[in-house]
């Protein structure tokens, strides 16, 4: 069986062994340390052999893997490591055997600001004659030789920046750098990050190898660039021939790599300020082929190809022409809050389905903000008026701030926080709002006002408020409505004892969309939508002066979450959709027909139905003899009231009212 060893310790190496191993394709991979080790991952097809090697070694392990077979040889080791590549090659001749040569991209040719060398030596004597600090990001191999070379004094003013190795920690201990002066991260390093590392230590000069694009090279110069910091660049020793990693696995399999599926990331930038992303969103940013976004949320990014798009309408055609191997869609904020990651998750689902779509969460306001209020937001209630500022969705918001001590709030503008603390206030509810705006930004501000100070508060820019209740109200358990809680001029009212039956044996649930027919007053349909906010209530009334009252009812009692249709019933429901629960208060004689284009629209709907009429009732008794419902119940209720005649007291009894409720 044909043997394949490569000598890695690249982003290269790593790539052909990820491909073999894809292929179910065995393979030896050489590295020189356990840093390079754990790059690689190792399992039933790769293989990965740990230690520095000499040509004799080099031949040794030839001999051995080529006396069961057939052997081929891939050098994709750094493109500095000319020595190691020469020793390969050497090793392979000695036996007959030829290596294939993959070759990292080199950078085109610089245009001008740096300072260029042929080696080390050369490079270290130019900063002997500089002033300031120095970031040495050539790696651990030459620090040996950086070290020998330059003054005790150009030491104690270099930073250097190592892989978080346990021999580069050795290597930076044996040249005497102090502890302070080392960073040890893994790379490559985007713009933003290399800005804010020379930023930090007050670099003056950046030393580095030309070490193309997987080595972020482009990245370090144009930060470099950007701080005025002189850039002194080790060319790379000679100008190599060879081939990309697909054309090594071509020859090395006699087969194309398969096509990698589109990777797609959906990630949150933040509130918009460099310093606010993730670690991982400044790699996806490093690493993507394409990326999208806001124009906001695009100025601080560096890339070479930038889509000011949001949408995913506007999104996907590109995606489809394009096919990048790897693009990313910025959000602000966080994707999983209240954010338009979820919309362009489905579409990108929908389209590419072999394409691998991850998320990647970021920092959200509401985050932000409750840390800089020095807050803790587990007890916190969450809600967003960004984009859809209507006054139903104004009252949810002052309906939750109501009973709870904190809610966060994403707001359109500024404008929303005067409209907030007026309603606040019209409810007599005691609170103050922490308004931040324009967060991470230079422009940051953070004010805590009072409902007075709100009402006349001025800004602009991205806003976002805490709200916090200083004496929330308790919730009701059974929050039932009294009949002085309605305006009822001379329209007839379901009286309150049968009101609360009724609503009982609706056993609405959250999210139920509930149809009132025959609305009167409203009572009815304002008791259960005052149940819970989730639950969709439409009331039904043709009485021009009654459809009218039940408006001045809902706005008196602050609900969003009820609309009213005026017109007869039989000629409005046809074009509604099914109801969980319908409560028929009266029905102009048409019950018949309306149960049937209610049943029309789906099984499982519960009625409750008031009857006073011997007409009424005997209809209702049909009705349930031809559909036979298995839940049917029927209960008569008899209210009597307690009134005052002159010193004595006596009861006034009402009609009986029948109550039906079933399920058809």
């Known amino acids: 069986m044909k043997k394949i060893i490569i000598f890695a310790g690249t982003t290269e190496g790593r790539q052909l062994s990820d491909l073999l191993s894809k292929g179910q394709i065995p393979h030896t991979v050489c590295v020189a340390g356990g840093y390079g080790s754990r790059m690689i991952e190792q399992g039933p097809y790769a293989k990965v052999l740990t230690g520095r090697l000499d040509e004799n070694g080099m031949k040794e392990l030839f001999s051995k893997e080529r006396s069961d077979g057939e052997l081929s040889i891939a050098d994709a080791t750094h493109p500095y490591a000319a020595e190691v590549s020469g020793n390969i090659k050497s090793a392979a001749e000695s036996l007959g055997l030829t290596v294939i040569r993959i070759v990292r991209d080199q950078s085109a040719d610089p245009e001008g600001g740096q300072e260029e060398y042929v080696d080390m030596e050369s490079c270290a004597k130019a900063l002997d004659e500089t002033e300031g600090n120095i970031l040495l990001t050539t790696g651990s191999k030459e620090l040996s030789v950086y070290g020998r070379l330059v003054s005790e004094q150009t030491k104690k003013r270099t930073y250097v920046r190592v892989l978080p190795s346990v021999e580069s920690l050795q290597m930076c201990q044996a040249q005497g750098i102090a502890p302070d002066h080392i960073i040890a991260m893994h790379g490559p390093f985007d713009e933003q990050l290399n800005e804010a590392l020379m930023k930090q230590y007050k670099i003056r000069h950046l030393v580095t190898k030309d070490s193309g694009k997987a080595g972020g090279f482009a990245q370090k110069l144009?930060?470099?660039?950007?701080?005025?910091?002189?850039?002194?660049?080790?060319?790379?020793?000679?100008?190599?021939?060879g081939v990309s990693v697909a054309e090594a696995f071509y020859q090395l399999t006699g087969k194309e790599p398969?096509?990698?599926?589109?990777?797609?990331?959906?990630?949150g930038i933040g509130m918009g300020a460099v310093s606010c992303e993730t670690g991982e969103v400044r790699e996806a940013i490093r690493t993507s082929d394409m990326i999208f976004g806001a124009q906001r949320l695009l100025k601080n990014v560096s890339h070479d190809k930038l889509f000011p798009l949001y949408r995913p309408e506007d999104i996907i055609p590109v995606l489809e022409k394009e096919r990048p191997e790897k693009a990313l869609i910025l959000f602000s904020g966080d994707t999983g809050f209240y954010s338009g990651?979820?919309?362009m998750l489905s579409a990108l689902k929908e389209r590419f389905e072999d394409a691998r779509i991850e998320l990647s969460p970021g920092i959200s306001s509401f985050a932000y903000l409750s840390a800089k209020l020095g807050e803790s937001y587990e007890d916190a209630c969450l809600f967003?008026?960004?984009?859809?500022?209507?006054?139903?969705?104004?009252?949810s918001l002052v309906q939750k701030v109501r009973y709870g001590h904190k809610t966060f709030a994403l707001l359109s503008g500024a404008t929303d926080i005067s409209r907030i603390a007026e309603a606040l206030e019209e409810r007599g509810i005691d609170a103050e709002i922490c308004v931040g705006s324009d967060l991470s930004s230079e422009k940051e501000r953070i004010s805590v006002?009072?409902?007075?100070?709100?009402?006349?508060?001025?800004?602009?820019?991205?806003?976002?408020?805490?709200?916090?209740?200083?004496?929330?109200?308790?919730?009701?358990?059974?929050?039932?409505?009294?009949?002085?809680?309605?305006i009822r001029d001379k329209v007839p009212m379901t009286a309150e004892c049968i009101r609360h039956?009724?609503?009982?044996?609706?056993?609405?649930?959250?999210?139920?969309?509930?149809?009132?027919?025959?609305?009167?007053?409203?009572?009815?349909?304002?008791?259960?939508?005052?149940?819970?906010?989730?639950?969709s209530v439409l009331t039904i009334e043709k009485k021009p002066e009654a459809a009218g009252l039940i408006r001045r009812n809902i706005e008196?009692?602050?609900?969003?979450?009820?609309?009213?249709?005026e017109g007869e019933a039989t000629d409005i429901l046809g074009?509604?959709?099914?109801?969980?629960?319908?409560f028929i208060g009266g029905s102009g004689g048409k019950l018949f027909e309306i149960v049937e284009i209610l049943r029309a629209k789906g099984s499982g709907i519960r009625f409750v139905i008031n009857a006073v009429s011997l007409e009424t009732i005997t209809q209702v008794k049909q009705l349930l003899e031809q559909y036979d419902p298995k839940d049917a119940q029927t209960v008569v209720l008899s209210v009597s009231n307690l009134q005052g005649i002159g010193s004595y007291h006596m009861l006034r009894g009402a009609d009986p009212i029948w109550i039906f409720s079933f399920t058809l």
């Open 341 to 343: 990651a979820k919309k």
């Open 449 to 486: 006002l009072t409902l007075q100070q709100a009402r006349e508060y001025e800004g602009s820019g991205i806003v976002c408020v805490l709200i916090r209740n200083l004496q929330p109200e308790r919730r009701l358990l059974i929050p039932v409505r009294k009949d002085s809680d309605f």
């Open 556 to 565: 008196k009692a602050h609900l969003s979450n009820i609309r009213v249709e």
């Open 501 to 535: 039956e009724s609503v009982i044996r609706l056993a609405l649930r959250e999210g139920d969309v509930f149809y009132d027919i025959g609305g009167g007053t409203g009572s009815v349909a304002i008791e259960a939508a005052s149940l819970h906010e989730s639950l």
């Open 258 to 267: 398969e096509a990698e599926p589109m990777r797609i990331t959906l990630a």
């Open 575 to 582: 074009d509604l959709p099914k109801p969980d629960a319908v």
């Open 222 to 241: 144009e930060a470099a660039e950007r701080l005025g910091v002189v850039a002194h660049v080790l060319e790379r020793p000679v100008r190599e021939e």
């Open 384 to 395: 967003s008026l960004h984009g859809r500022d209507t006054k139903e969705k104004l009252e």
